[in-house]
């Protein structure tokens, strides 16, 4: 099936370009009038952390306040990088939980599937949550795990740095563990500023990129066709479009 922009659902974000938020097509991806090369990134997390306002931070530029637990919305749109447009797929993901009585992590089937089919990785945790932190190790060896071989581009987020009073993890841990890692760490604040979470989603994406090589389209693991997560639930897309545009028009007609 190929699906083009609805212009109900596409928005010009001041100064985002060519901004697209949109369901992914079913197949083929190669067939749809998009760039040539497809930079798929997953973000993981525990509960709470702030996934899903990163994300749509990232791709609106806005905080929107509350969300519903999240069940694994997927969005696309454009994106220039370093002169070259590329198609950009953001993957959200319920939580993982650590496990008290195992040594391990709690981990959705679905996410797993988000794992074995992106090429990057955010993994996020709140700079308010010591136990969101202590997840990330074992994420980070779960997707070690499902990706054995090569290189795993990553970056660290410690999201809600606005909150610096409730502060439970020191920066240097953050940067400690993103360098154990082999990835960069970044504090960010969904809720208080873009350019911190641009910068940091913008680094990811570089290095996938990067990673990527020529674009010559998907990038395939072992001759493998992989199914794609989750479709996007259509109602949840058109209620956060609906709450964007609506804060668009208070804030329009504010003092
Ligand atoms: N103060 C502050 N609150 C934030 C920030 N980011 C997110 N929040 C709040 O934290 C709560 C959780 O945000 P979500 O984006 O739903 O977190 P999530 O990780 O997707 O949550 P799950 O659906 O449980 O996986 C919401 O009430 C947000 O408004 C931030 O940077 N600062």
Redesign the pocket.
Known sequence: MRITADPTRTMSGGGSGNFLLVPIPEYPVLDCVVPNKNVKIVVL??????????I?RFLTKR????????TGALYSRKLNLEGEEVSLQVQ????VALQDDVDGLYCQEQINRSIYWADGYVL?F?ITDYNSYRTIQPLYQHVRRIHPSGNIPVILVG?????LRARQVPAEEGEGLAASLGGVYFE?????NHDGVHAAFLQLCQEVSRALGGGNGEKRRAGLHLARPKSPNMQELKRRFRQVLSSKVKSASGP
Do not use: H, M, Q, W
């Open positions: 997390g525990a509960s709470n952390v702030g996934k899903t306002a990163l749509v905080f929107i306040g509350d969300y519903e637990a999240n959200d993901t319920p939580c996020v709140s999201n809600k740095s606005d909150l960010a604040s969904a809720r208080e």
